[in-house]
C-alpha cells in the first residue's frame, strides 16, 4: 500500500499551565488489513512541545487508520501533577491524496481536546 503520505506530526500544549508540554512520549501505530495495530515510531516532544517527523524516512505509508498515544502518566508525574488520563490515543483517518496530517493535543490533568491541525 504504497502512498502519499510525507509526514505526521503533533504539537502537545499543557493548557492548565499556558506551555508546551515537553518530555510527551509519542508513539504512532497503523492498523495492518488484520486489525492488528504495528508501531511505526516513538519519540517525545520537543521543547516547544513538537514532534516534527513520526514517520520513518524511507518508508512509504498511505491510506489508512493510524493512532497517536500520548505517555501523559510520565509527563503527568514529572510535573507532581495526578492527571486522569495516563494515555491518551488519538485515532484518525489518511484519505487518499493527503500528504500531511497535523494531530494538535491540548492537554490539562483532567480533560484534553484535539483537532485536525494546518
Keep these: ?14 493548557t492548565s499551565q499556558g506551555k508546551p ?3 510527551v512520549p509519542v508513539r504512532l501505530d497503523r492498523k495492518e488489513p488484520s486489525g492488528e495495530w504495528t508501531q511505526i515510531s ?16 524511507g518508508k512509504e505509508f498511505g491510506v489508512g487508520e493510524y493512532r ?3 505517555g501523559t502518566e ?16 488519538i ?4 484519505r487518499e491524496g493527503e500528504s500531511h496530517y497535523h494531530i494538535p493535543l491540548l492537554l490539562s490533568s483532567n ?7 494546518s
Design 74 to 89: 510520565i509527563y503527568f508525574r514529572s510535573k507532581g501533577v495526578d492527571g486522569l488520563y495516563p494515555q491518551i490515543e
Design 1 to 14: 500500500m504504497a502512498g502519499n503520505l510525507k509526514r505526521i506530526s503533533t504539537h502537545v500544549l499543557d
Design 42 to 57: 516513538t519519540g517525545q516532544t520537543d521543547t516547544d512541545g513538537r514532534c516534527a517527523q513520526l514517520l520513518m524516512e
Design 111 to 117: 480533560g484534553y481536546t484535539t483537532y485536525r491541525g
Design 21 to 23: 508540554a515537553t518530555g
Design 91 to 94: 485515532m484518525f483517518q489518511v
Design 68 to 70: 497517536i498515544a500520548f
